[in-house]
Structure formats: structure tokens, C-alpha cells
């Protein structure tokens, strides 16, 4: 039998899930769910409160939000709403863009190290050093006990996780679709393995959510937002990396970038702009 306090918990979850099914937008979602401290006082008129003025909506979509949780169950799915107390404290430094609710796999542990996490970010398409550094770095830092998190993409991404694997060590994926499906597909028995090895999926979209490009960049200020440390292996100017860069620059994350080994890569230009301007220190 669950106690009064996870019944109640199950209860503001089935809350959540159904004012979402509902169609709900995320930010009057976190809104609504807000811890009581967080919230303004409210007036003293004898009205009903945030969530009570949408029970008839909760109970129209409660039978989506009863399978939606039963499907996670049986996938081995944690949901964490932004009100559970093993919610990421790093993700408060999105403010109103921070998710409402999280889907993750694995050991959820390793949220609770975040001054432990190293981010480690790149291209799709680095040179052979790159690739080669991207694995090496992994493998070291997660030899001395730091976690490493990354994308889950070709080249940078993919080299760092399997470092961080061969080494025995933890790593985290923060994806940008489901977590019944993998992106690139390629990577499904990566993804599988980071699981197996005691590392983690995480993802702020419902099962069978596709890939987009919008949902690639949102992924990428949770990857600032949980990392300590980020460190640019690789990347070009305009490239997509540089959208977890400024995410990182906006929540004070320290930066760091490879020095370019080379003047004739375009997926160097990024690095060399980063460490001529401050932006990020050489690693």
C-alpha cells in the first residue's frame, strides 16, 4: 500500500499528465504545479484555487493520463514532475523554461551529482582527433569519478558516452525524443548500454515523440542547465553545439574548448572564436 505521501504525488502526476493530455502549454502547466512556497499569496476571496478550476478537464483526460503511467511503468520509465523531490535542482536555473515533467531511464542517482557531471559537446562531424579526443577525455574523467553527459548524436557525442563506458564509468543521455525510440536509430544499442551500465536516458517528451529541430535545441539547455562544466570538442560556427554554448553562458556554466589543432577545419572555427573572445577556456 502506498503511504498518504506517494498517493498524493501519484495523484498531482495523474493531475499533471491529464491537463497536458488536455493540452495544457508547459508554462501555465509549471505554473499550476509550483510548490506552495514558490506561489504568490493569494487573495483572500472564497474562490477555487490553480489546479480545483480544472477538475472537470482532469477528469475527461484522467483515462489518458492512467495510460500514459501504466505504458512508463511497464518500460521501466521514472516520471519526475517538477514537484518531485528527486526532481534535478539544476534544472531550476531555466526558471520558466524549465520542463514540468521529466522521463527518464537508468540510475536516476546520478542527478543528485550534478557538481560531478562534465557536458561534452561537438560535432556530428569532427576530424579523427576530434573523435579521438572526444573518447579520450571521457575515458579519463570518468576514471577519476566525474559523470559524462552528452547527446546521444554521431561523431562528438557518441565518442564521449563510449569512453565514458569503456572506462567503467557513468554517463547520461538527454535526448530529444522519446524514450521508446532512439536518435539517430543507430545509436538504440548505445542507448541500451548506457542503461545496462548504470548510466541514465533522460528526456522531457512522452513515448513516441519523432525528432525535430526544435525539439534538438530545447534539448540542448537541458544539457547546459545539468552539466557543471561543458567542454566543446569540435564545432563550427553556426553549429548546432553553439546552441547548448549560449544555453551555458546564460546559466553560468563554465565553458571550456580544445585548441584547434589545425587552421583548415571549419568545425574548428567555433573553438577558435570561443577561446579568442573568452567565452571558454582552453581544456
Known amino acids: 500500500m502506498p ?38 499569496a493569494e487573495l483572500p476571496f472564497d474562490l477555487p484555487k490553480d489546479v480545483d478550476c480544472y477538475r472537470e478537464m482532469i477528469e475527461r483526460a484522467l483515462p489518458l493520463a492512467e495510460e500514459e503511467l501504466a505504458r512508463c511503468r511497464q518500460a521501466d520509465i521514472t516520471l519526475l514532475p517538477y514537484f518531485a523531490s528527486d526532481y534535478p535542482t539544476a534544472l531550476h536555473a531555466l526558471g520558466g523554461a524549465c520542463p514540468v515533467l521529466l522521463y527518464a531511464k537508468g540510475n536516476l542517482g546520478l542527478l543528485q551529482s550534478s557538481t560531478s557531471i562534465l557536458g561534452i559537446v561537438g560535432t556530428r562531424q569532427p576530424s579523427p582527433e576530434g573523435l579521438a579526443a572526444a573518447h579520450r577525455i571521457a575515458y579519463e574523467e570518468a576514471e577519476k569519478g566525474r559523470i559524462i553527459l552528452s547527446g546521444l548524436a554521431y561523431g562528438c557525442d557518441a565518442a564521449a558516452h563510449h569512453g565514458a563506458l569503456e572506462a567503467t564509468g557513468r554517463t547520461i ?3 530529444a525524443t522519446g524514450l521508446d525510440r532512439a536518435h539517430p536509430e543507430a545509436h538504440q544499442a548505445l542507448q541500451d548500454r548506457i542503461i545496462t551500465s548504470g548510466g541514465l536516458v533522460l528526456s522531457e517528451y512522452p513515448l513516441a515523440t519523432p525528432v525535430d529541430t526544435y525539439r534538438l535545441v530545447a534539448r540542448d539547455r537541458l544539457q547546459a542547465a545539468l552539466s557543471a562544466e561543458l567542454l566543446v570538442i569540435e564545432c563550427g560556427i553556426q553549429s548546432g553545439t553553439m546552441h547548448t554554448v549560449h544555453f551555458a553562458e546564460r546559466y553560468h556554466r563554465p565553458i571550456f574548448a580544445l585548441l584547434p589543432h589545425t587552421d583548415r577545419l571549419p568545425s574548428l572555427e567555433g573553438n577558435r572564436q570561443l577561446l579568442q573572445s573568452g567565452r571558454a577556456k582552453p581544456w
Open 3 to 40: 503511504d498518504e505521501e506517494g498517493a498524493t504525488s501519484e495523484a498531482q502526476l495523474l493531475e499533471l499528465l491529464a491537463l497536458r493530455a488536455a493540452g495544457l502549454p508547459p508554462r501555465k502547466l509549471l505554473r499550476l504545479f509550483l510548490s506552495d512556497e514558490a506561489k504568490p
Open 173 to 175: 543521455a538527454v535526448i
